[in-house]
């Protein structure tokens, strides 16, 4: 994963998630989104493809928090987001 991102899709189970989430999270997505966008490489992100689930990905919020997205070309689609468990059901 190593060409540049031109479009990012919200799912609606992404969407939700991210309502639930506590502001200051939602700070740390929107910073970690745009470092996915321009750097899959950035360290923080801890991007990596997940065992068994094909074409999905996850990367990191924070210690706490984890997002997961599928990559069509230029487009991310963003999955989920939330706590650990929410890599239970990408």
């Known amino acids: 994963m190593s060409h540049r991102v031109s479009e990012v899709h ?6 939700s998630d991210y309502s639930r989430l506590p502001q200051v999270t939602q700070k740390k997505l929107a ?7 321009t750097n899959q490489r950035y360290p923080s992100l801890r991007l990596r493809k997940m065992v068994d689930e094909h074409g999905i990905w996850e990367a990191r919020v924070d210690r706490c928090y984890r997002f997961t997205f599928e990559r069509v070309g230029n487009t991310l689609y963003l999955r989920t987001v939330g706590r650990h468990a929410v890599l239970n059901a990408p």
Request: no cysteine; charged share 15%; net charge positive.
């Open 31 to 37: 910073r970690q989104l745009q470092m996915l966008t």
């Open 10 to 15: 919200w799912t609606k189970q992404f969407s």
